[in-house]
């Protein structure tokens, strides 16, 4: 059973902090190696499009409180320059305040992975510096054109370099011929070690120019399938009709029998 904690939200520390706590994030943390933040930069616009600096300090705070491992925060934008959404959003400015290194993971260099088991990713360039690294998910709630949602799983698509991807965008060929099974794969290459979803305001219709409304919580799991489908149904939508849940039940998480601890 996968545990999903869903916490009313009052700041982000204090909130953030206490979904953490519900899923016992403190004990599973690890104490060596690297963590990485990874928010949802897809561009330079401002939250709700993005993923406010205040969760991602928050996520932080707790992990330097809770462990020794080194942090970091990385994405690779889905368009512009990594380095415009990070100056535009304050994680410029946090990095320089805390003294943390921001990673782009569109200019990284790469491994070449191989796996049979994927839907259409037979091979993935994944950036050098993620492939041992603990991977915090943390994405703001939206609907999406292609998915119906974008939330800790579709995040992934940050770690694409884009210059093995890019066409229209920086990750346009991930979406051809299926967007879901895209998603689906890049988790299997790294599935992300810990989910927290910043569902206080969400974006609702479309993922870049939706309209905002005001949720106030903050999800956390271990589980990217359940946190996934709890959050999307937040937003109106059946999990079981969203094609890259259904492909990844059973595979990297579970529909099945999640536990919501409120708070």
């Known amino acids: 059973m996968s ?3 869903k916490v009313r939200f009052t700041d982000y520390p204090a909130a953030v902090a206490a979904a953490l706590d519900a ?5 599973r943390l690890p ?3 690297l963590i990485i933040i990874k928010p949802n930069l897809t561009n330079a616009d401002p939250p709700p499009v993005t993923t406010p600096v205040a969760a991602a300090e928050a996520v932080l705070d707790y992990c330097q ?7 970091a925060i990385g994405e690779g934008s889905g368009s512009g320059v990594t380095a415009d959404a990070f100056a535009a959003n304050g994680y410029a400015d946090l990095a320089r305040r805390r003294g943390l290194r921001l990673i782009d993971f569109n200019v990284e260099p790469a491994l070449t992975l191989r796996r049979d ?3 259409v ?3 993935f360039h ?9 991977i915090i998910s943390l994405p703001v709630l939206k609907d999406h054109s292609f998915t119906g949602t974008t939330v800790a799983m579709k995040n992934m698509f940050g770690l694409a370099p884009a210059p093995f991807y890019e066409g229209s965008w920086n990750k346009s060929k991930l979406h051809s011929p299926s967007t879901d099974k895209s998603t689906v794969d890049i988790c299997l290459y790294k599935r992300p070690g810990l989910c927290v979803v910043d569902a206080v305001t969400a974006l609702t219709g479309m993922h870049l120019a939706g309209t905002p409304r005001r949720i106030g919580l903050i999800l956390a799991s271990f589980d990217p399938v359940a946190v996934d489908a709890v959050a999307s149904e937040l937003l109106g939508h059946d999990p079981r009709d969203l094609k ?5 039940d059973g595979r990297l998480g579970s529909l099945d029998g999640i536990d919501i601890i409120a708070g």
């Open 3 to 5: 545990k999903v904690a």
């Open 23 to 27: 899923v016992g994030a403190a004990e």
């Open 31 to 33: 104490d060596d190696g």
């Open 65 to 71: 409180a809770h462990c020794t491992a080194d942090v």
């Open 117 to 119: 088991d994927t839907f």
């Open 121 to 123: 990713l037979r091979e």
């Open 126 to 134: 994944l950036p050098e510096v993620a492939r041992d690294a603990f």
């Open 244 to 248: 890259y849940l259904t492909l990844a």
